[in-house]
C-alpha cells in the first residue's frame, strides 16, 4: 500500500548534499512535494502558506533556469546573486527556508508529542519559528490556519493505511529535511547574504 511519502516525487532523503553544497534541482521538487503536505491538513487556511511556498520555488526555479551552471547547487545561486542588484531568487530561498524550518518543526513536535493534536503541536511550531518574521497583518492568518488543522489521527491516517511504514518514511524524511535547513541556515549567517531580505 503506497503512501504520501511513496508518491512524492522526491522526498528531501533524495536531495543530492555534496561537501555540505545542496543540488538545486532535487531540492526543487522535494520542496514541491512538501506543498503537497498541506493538501493534507485539508483546510483553506493553508493556502496562504502554500501560495507563500509555491511563489518562491518559482523564483528559485526562474533563476536555476536562466543560469543552470551559476545557480546547480543553492549556495551557487546565493553567491551568484551576491554582487548583483537583484536578489530575487536568495530572498526566494531564504523564505522557502523559513517556511521548510516551520514544517520541519511543526512535524518534529508533532512526532515528539503523539499525545498533542496538530493545532497545538503546529502554534508551537510556529511561536518558534516563522511568527518573527510575520507582521501583525499575517500572524493572524497563520494563527487561524494552525486552529484549523485535523485531528492527528485523520492526518495520520491521509499520509497512509500502514502507519509502520508511514512512520518510518515520515522520520527518515524529517531527517533528511531538518539537516537541509539546517545546512541552508548556517550558510546564510556564514555570510550575512539574507541582509535586507
Known sequence: MSTFFDEMKKSFVDVKVVD????????????????????????SAFAVVQKDMTGNISKIRTKLLSDPVGSGTLQDLVLS???????????????????????????????????????????????KTLSQYHSML???VFKLAMKACPYRKDF??????????????????????????????????????GKGL
Open 81 to 127: 546573486e551576491a554582487n548583483t542588484k537583484t536578489k530575487t531568487a536568495t530572498q526566494g530561498l531564504l523564505w522557502l527556508s523559513r517556511g521548510l524550518q516551520f514544517t520541519a518543526q511543526s512535524m518534529r513536535e508533532t512526532v515528539e508529542r503523539p499525545g498533542d493534536e496538530l493545532a497545538s503541536t503546529f502554534t508551537s511550531a510556529y511561536g
Open 138 to 140: 499575517i500572524k493572524p
Open 156 to 193: 495520520f491516517e491521509k499520509l497512509g493505511a500502514d502507519q509502520e511504514k508511514v512512520n518510518k518514511q515520515l522520520s527518515e524524511w524529517l531527517e533528511a529535511l531538518e539537516h537541509i535547513v539546517k545546512i541552508i541556515f548556517d550558510f546564510f549567517a556564514s555570510g550575512n547574504y
Open 20 to 43: 555540505n553544497k545542496i543540488d538545486t534541482a532535487t531540492f526543487l521538487e522535494a520542496s514541491e512535494s512538501l506543498v503537497k503536505l498541506f493538501d493534507l491538513l485539508g483546510s
